[in-house]
């Protein structure tokens, strides 16, 4: 399994968090549901650092090397301000109430 990190710094761009989460409700979301090899995408945000970005967990290092959606890159402005992959170790689940973790967070907590 590989892991990757991907950070936007927003300072330069005309997108917002309170824009891009619109594209994720939009758009991103369902499109990346459907790519193939992915386990989990996290998008995540950092407003005091006017920062952008997702935790993806792959199911190999092919999967995740595989060519990916530039759409938010060209939303944004650019590549991503930094990029990390990384081999995975281990990983568990803890105990919990939800049903799956597909499709919660803070963009979609109104649809």
């Known amino acids: 399994m590989r892991a990757v ?6 300072d330069g761009s005309a997108q917002t ?3 891009l989460r619109e ?3 939009e758009e991103a979301v369902e499109r990346w549901a459907a ?3 992915l386990l989990l995408k996290v998008w ?11 935790f993806q967990l792959w199911e190999s290092a092919e999967a ?5 959606s530039t759409r938010a890159a060209e939303l944004i402005g650019f590549l991503p301000t930094e ?7 281990a990983t568990t689940e803890g105990i919990h109430q939800l049903p799956t ?4 967070g803070v963009a979609l907590a109104d649809t």
């Open 83 to 89: 990029r990390l992959t990384f081999e995975v170790e």
């Open 5 to 10: 990190v991907a950070w936007w710094d927003l």
């Open 101 to 104: 973790l597909a499709r919660l």
């Open 44 to 54: 995540i945000a950092d407003r005091e650092r006017n920062r952008w970005g997702a």
């Open 64 to 68: 995740a090397a595989q060519p990916l």
């Open 35 to 37: 790519f193939p090899g």
């Open 17 to 19: 968090v309170d824009s």
């Open 23 to 25: 594209f994720l409700r």
